[in-house]
Structure formats: structure tokens, C-alpha cells
């Protein structure tokens, strides 16, 4: 009900809103680290940028609930982060471009490393570069055969990433997952949640035996960790929603896929976050929204890489005056969850936000950073209703009622 009265209530008008993703932003104080990756970074111009906001921290799903990065980003664009969840090897193919059909399961996959007792070693393969992942999809694409006519699909995306589709008649996709998400253990098998779904699994049980043996030898890459299998569903757009015509500026296949998804249009594959401004800078007036995706915090936050993650944030820092430049009406900076070194994964803590506008109610914060969020203007928001806020301030919203 309260998203059909957002959507009611949007018009179009000439604003401009950046939402600036650091991904996996949020940090966790310990005894070794009295301060979070965020409250450790020099960030001048995030800081100067927070005397004229407003700020606050944000919880993605629900208070303790870890999320993945597929609900992490639904719930920023202002969808319900539950009922919105998809699994994540649909995103996955639609961040490459892999058009899917009613008769497809997807899986996103973890080329791993096992040990000679079939234990997880390194659940990432030690992010082997993409040209070796090309290699390994190659020799499975080659040598691979599955009964009754199914069809699979083995697409790159990046480093240890893949993408698996298997194709056939009357295929559920309501599976979990084989990867255990901790190592020292085997991958889980998968496991049909439904009886039109016991049928994948007997075909998956069978790409995963062949798996296993073509790459035994392999010293890093010797199998696949699948996550999020699931059958694809079709979404309301930003535009059909908000009346927002939306760029996604992201580089990795998965957030490509969820904007994607929300009928964004995709820009080119940047080098790095200062070409990621050169295609803000070049598509800037021919959008109202833009999404700009940094994947380095994440990465670094699930390596355990506290001094990585703190120069990823002040790289970002570094640029961000060229985004400040174009002056949008809006400027969102958070995370879609966080990622603690400390804990080397995605966890349940909240998100730092900051909501720069003209028409932001100014608090009394003065650096950007998780112990200072607690006490901004926004309170602790749900992620979901943070676009809520972020169209008002763009005067996006008419008045409700008489």
C-alpha cells in the first residue's frame, strides 16, 4: 500500500539525483580497530558535504537480517527488499545480457577451491583472473553432457564469477544454495524445495559430478559453489514507478542485472570510478537518475583488507567534488549493506546514509561516519523508504490528499 501511494504521487520534472553506492560500506569497531573503515578514512569532502545534509543510518531488510546485494539494492530503489528478492543467477544473467526464458533455472557461480578430502579451501579460488575463468568455462562447455535433452549455458562474468543456466521442460528453480558460505566444510548438496524442483536438482547433482572430475587436477579453480538459483519474474521500472529515465554506471555483471531488471539503461563497462564519472559527466543530461555502483568496498570489506577498504573510500572521497559539480538536486551516499573487515563477509549492521539536497533539514552532524550517522536528522530509516525521501527532496512528490 505505501509503495502504490509513492508511485500515485510522483511527477516529472527537470531534478537530477545521483545515488553514489559504495558497496558494503558499513564497518564494526573491535579491539584491534577501535574505529570503522569509514570513521578511519580521510574523507574531506564527504565531511564538508555533510554540513549542508542530512544523514542517518539505514537497516537494508530488517533489524539483524544480513542481506545479499540483490535485496541490499532492491530496497534502495525503493522496492520491498522480501518480496522484491530474486535469486541471484537472475541477476546475474541479466547483468550480462543473457535473455532467459520460462523454461531456464540460473545459478550464480563460485569457481572454488577444494582440498584433497573435498573441503572448501577458498570459496573465491583465490579471484582467479577472468581469462582463467574463461579457460575453465571452456573445458565444462566442451565436455559436459546432460540426459533428457537439458540444455546449460556456462557464461564468464568476472574473476571466479559464472553464470549457469540449465534449459529444459517443466525445470523449478526453487533450490538452495551448495555453497556453504564457510570453508572447512564440503559444498552442501543441492536441495529441491518444491516437487517440480526435485527434477533440476537430479540434473544439477549430474553437472556437478561431471564438474568435479574434469577438474580435479585443477590447482585453484577444481569446482563450483552455486547461489541463488531461481526462474526469472518481471518488475515495474523506475520509470513506469517514478517517472525517473535511469542510468545504471556500474561495472560488475550482477548490479548491471539488477538495473537491468528496473529498466535502467545500462552504461559501458569504466575503468576505474574516474571513468565512471567521465559517463556521469557525458549522460548527464539526457537522465534523472543516476546509479553509480563501487564495488571496492565490498570486496576488500569480505577480504579482511581494513587498509584496502579505508583507500577505496578515500579514492571515492578524492573524486567526489566532480560529482558535487553538477550540483543535483539530489546526492544519496550509502551502502547497500555492510561488509566488516572484522567479520570478512556482509552482515546485518546498519548502513551509514547521507542525503544532500537544497532542501535537506540540516543536522547536527559533522563527519561522515557510522557513530556520527546514529545521530543525523534521518534517525534509522528502512532502506526502502529512503527513495521516499529522496524524490520529495527532488520535488518529485505532489501533496496527498485535500
Same mark, same amino acid.
Given at each position: 500500500?505505501?509503495?502504490?501511494? +509513492? ?12 545515488? %553514489? =553506492? @559504495?558497496? &558494503?560500506? !558499513? ?92 573441503n572448501i579451501v577458498d570459496r573465491r579460488a583465490g579471484r582467479i583472473a577472468t581469462e582463467e ?16 535433452? +537439458? ?12 553464470? %549457469? =543456466? @540449465?534449459? &529444459?521442460? !517443466? ?140 583507500a577505496a573510500i578515500e579514492e571515492v572521497d578524492a573524486a567526489l567534488p566532480r560529482i558535487t ?78
Open positions: 500500500m505505501a509503495s502504490e501511494l +509513492i508511485d500515485s504521487l510522483t511527477i516529472k520534472n527537470d531534478s537530477k539525483i545521483v545515488f %553514489l =553506492v @559504495l558497496d &558494503g560500506l !558499513g564497518g564494526l569497531q573491535t579491539a584491534d580497530s577501535p574505529v570503522t573503515e569509514l570513521a578511519a578514512a580521510k574523507t574531506p569532502n564527504m565531511d564538508k558535504l555533510v554540513a549542508d545534509s542530512c544523514c542517518g543510518l539505514s537497516t537494508p531488510v530488517e533489524p539483524g537480517v544480513t542481506p545479499g546485494s540483490g535485496p541490499g539494492h532492491f530496497g534502495l530503489f525503493g522496492y520491498e527488499p522480501v518480496s522484491a528478492n530474486i535469486g541471484r543467477g537472475v541477476l546475474s544473467a541479466a547483468g550480462l545480457g543473457f535473455e532467459l526464458t520460462d523454461r531456464d533455472v540460473a545459478a550464480r557461480v563460485n569457481l572454488a577451491t577444494l582440498d584433497s578430502d573435498g575463468n574463461k579457460r575453465i568455462m571452456q573445458i565444462l562447455r566442451e565436455n559436459i553432457s546432460l540426459p533428457d535433452g +537439458i540444455e546449460f549455458f556456462l557464461e564468464t562474468e568476472k574473476e571466479h564469477r559464472a553464470l %549457469l =543456466v @540449465l534449459r &529444459g521442460d !517443466g525445470l523449478g528453480g526453487n533450490i538452495g544454495d551448495t555453497d556453504p558460505q564457510k570453508t572447512g566444510v564440503p559444498p552442501k548438496p543441492p536441495q529441491a524445495y518444491d516437487a517440480e524442483s526435485e527434477k533440476t536438482v537430479q540434473y544439477l547433482q549430474e553437472f556437478l559430478r561431471q564438474t568435479h572430475e574434469l577438474l580435479k587436477n585443477e590447482k585453484q579453480a577444481n569446482m563450483l559453489l552455486l547461489r541463488g538459483l531461481a526462474k526469472h519474474r518481471p518488475y515495474k521500472s523506475l520509470e513506469q514507478r517514478f517517472k525517473l529515465r535511469s542510468l545504471a554506471i556500474a561495472n560488475y555483471p550482477m548490479y548491471r542485472g539488477i538495473a537491468r531488471l528496473l529498466g535502467m539503461d545500462i552504461a559501458p563497462v569504466s575503468q576505474n570510478f574516474s571513468t565512471q564519472i567521465d559517463e556521469l559527466e557525458r549522460s548527464y543530461a539526457n537522465y534523472d537518475f543516476f546509479f553509480m555502483h563501487v564495488k571496492k568496498t565490498d570486496a576488500t570489506g569480505e577480504d579482511g583488507n581494513f587498509a584496502g577498504k579505508v559539480a553538477l550540483q543535483p538536486q539530489v546526492l544519496l551516499i550509502t551502502g547497500d549493506h555492510s561488509t566488516p573487515c572484522a567479520m570478512g563477509a556482509h552482515s546485518w549492521h546498519p548502513v551509514p546514509v547521507l542525503l544532500s539536497s537544497p532542501l535537506a533539514r540540516r543536522d547536527d552532524v559533522t563527519e561522515f561516519s557510522e557513530n556520527a550517522c546514529i545521530t543525523g536528522g534521518l534517525g534509522q530509516i528502512q532502506a526502502q523508504h529512503i527513495m521516499n525521501l529522496v524524490l520529495a527532496h527532488a520535488g518529485r512528490l505532489i501533496k496527498f490528499g485535500a
